[in-house]
C-alpha cells in the first residue's frame, strides 16, 4: 500500500497567515493527490483534486502544488472558517490511502 | 444537485454483519463516468477507504477488509450497500459513502479521480 505522511500533524494559526501543509507518498504518485478539508461532526470537502485544481466553489485562497512524492497545500490567508482538519488522499493505485490528517488551530 | 445518504443501523452486535445502504438522489447511479465509494472513520481518527462499485456490479476493495466485506449495487432503487461481517468494536466508526470519479479501471485495480459529493454519514457503534 502507499503510505501518506501529512506534516505538520497540528499546526496554530492566526487569521490572516499564510499557511503550508506537507504530505509526502512513500512512491511516486504523479499528480494523483487530493485535499480535503473536515470540519467537526461534518464529512470531508474536496478542495483540491489532481494536487493542483481547485474544486468548483473553493475559495481561491486555497492552492496545491506537487507532484511525484511531495505536494503541498497553502491557504494564503487564514479565514477563521478554515480552522479544521485537512487530509490528503492519493488515487494513484487501490487501495486508496488518506494522509493522517493536519488539524490547524486557531493560535 | 447529487445527494448522498447513509442508512442502517447504529447498533450492531460483535460477530454479526454491518450492513449500511447508500440511496442516490438528484443523479443517476448508473452514470458510466463514476464509481461509488464508502469510506469510514473511527472516532478521532482518520479516514480509510473500504471499497468502491460500478453501476455494473463491478468492485474494488480495500485488502485489509477485503475478507469481510461486500459491496453491491441496485440501480433499480438509485442505491448501493456495504455489508461488513463478523465485526468486532475496532469497526465502530463513522461511514460515508461518496461518488469517486475515476480515471482507469483495470479490473486489478482503480487510477484516478476523486470523492466527491459525500454523504453525511452514520455512526455505527459495536457493542454488546
Known amino acids: 500500500d502507499i503510505q501518506m505522511t501529512q506534516s505538520p500533524s497540528s499546526l496554530s494559526a492566526s487569521v490572516g497567515d499564510r499557511v503550508t501543509i506537507t504530505c509526502r507518498a512513500s512512491?511516486?504518485?504523479?499528480?494523483?493527490l487530493n485535499w480535503y478539508q473536515q470540519k467537526p461532526g461534518k464529512a470531508p470537502n474536496l478542495l483540491i483534486y489532481?494536487?493542483?485544481s481547485l474544486q468548483s466553489g473553493v475559495p481561491s485562497r486555497f492552492s496545491g502544488s506537487g507532484s511525484g512524492t511531495d505536494f503541498t497545500l497553502t491557504i494564503s490567508s487564514l479565514q477563521p472558517e478554515d480552522f479544521a482538519t485537512y487530509y490528503c488522499?492519493?488515487?494513484?493505485?487501490?487501495?486508496?490511502?488518506f494522509g493522517q490528517g493536519t488539524r490547524l488551530e486557531i493560535k | 444537485q447529487l445527494q448522498l445518504q447513509e442508512s442502517g443501523p447504529g447498533l450492531v452486535k460483535p460477530s454479526e454483519t454491518l450492513s449500511l445502504t447508500c440511496t442516490v438522489s438528484?443523479?443517476?447511479?448508473?452514470?458510466?463516468?463514476?464509481?461509488w465509494g464508502w469510506i469510514r472513520q473511527p472516532p478521532g481518527k482518520g479516514l480509510e477507504w473500504i471499497g468502491s462499485?460500478?453501476?455494473?456490479?463491478?468492485?474494488y476493495y480495500n485488502p485489509s477488509l477485503k475478507s469481510r466485506v461486500t459491496i453491491s449495487v441496485d440501480t433499480s432503487k438509485n442505491q448501493f450497500s456495504l455489508k461488513l461481517n463478523s465485526v468486532t468494536a475496532a469497526d465502530t466508526a463513522v461511514y460515508y459513502c461518496?461518488?469517486?470519479?475515476?480515471?482507469?479501471?483495470?479490473?486489478?485495480?482503480?487510477?484516478?479521480?476523486?470523492?466527491?459529493?459525500w454523504g453525511q454519514g452514520i455512526l455505527v457503534t459495536v457493542s454488546s
Open positions: 438528484s443523479g443517476s447511479i448508473s452514470s458510466t463516468s463514476y464509481y
Open positions: 512512491q511516486s504518485i504523479s499528480t494523483y
Open positions: 462499485v460500478y453501476y455494473s456490479g463491478s468492485t
Open positions: 488522499q492519493q488515487t494513484y493505485i487501490t487501495p486508496i490511502t
Open positions: 489532481a494536487a493542483s
Open positions: 461518496a461518488r469517486q470519479d475515476f480515471q482507469y479501471a483495470s479490473g486489478t485495480y482503480l487510477r484516478g479521480g476523486w470523492f466527491d459529493p
